[in-house]
């Protein structure tokens, strides 16, 4: 079973900074996927940032330049480093890890951390 636990939301004024951690756990081959999606009130869950296993990065065009994923594979964790932070990256943010094996997508999600940017 994987599990993912996220930590470092809170409260925090507009352009001031967070920092997500995540921490996976379980059976995750070397090879995945991990990222970040966040999901505001009254909308869709959306993708902020993912990274590949060998540090490769996409990151939405809303966040690019004041948000940071990075990865430490050998600790299984992914954190996003929130700079510049708007109210209107208000949002749960989720944690994500996913990877293929033998055709099939395993996907998995964790619990979310609540970010509230507000003055």
């Known amino acids: 079973q994987v599990q993912l636990v996220e930590s470092g939301g809170g409260l925090v004024q507009p352009g001031g900074s967070l920092r997500l951690s995540c921490a996976a756990s379980?059976?995750?081959?070397?090879?995945?996927?991990m990222g970040w999606y966040r999901q505001a009130p009254g909308k869709e869950r959306e993708l902020v940032a993912t990274i590949t296993s060998s540090s490769s990065t996409n990151y939405a065009a809303s966040v690019k330049g004041r948000f940071t994923i990075s990865r430490d594979n050998a600790k299984n964790t992914v954190e996003l480093q929130m700079n510049s932070l708007k109210p209107e990256d208000t949002a749960v943010y989720y944690c994500?890890?996913?990877?293929?094996?033998?055709?099939?997508?395993?996907?998995?999600w964790g619990r979310g951390t609540q970010v509230t940017v507000s003055s």
């Open positions: 379980g059976r995750i081959p070397s090879i995945n996927d």
């Open positions: 994500n890890t996913n990877w293929v094996m033998t055709s099939v997508k395993y996907i998995y």
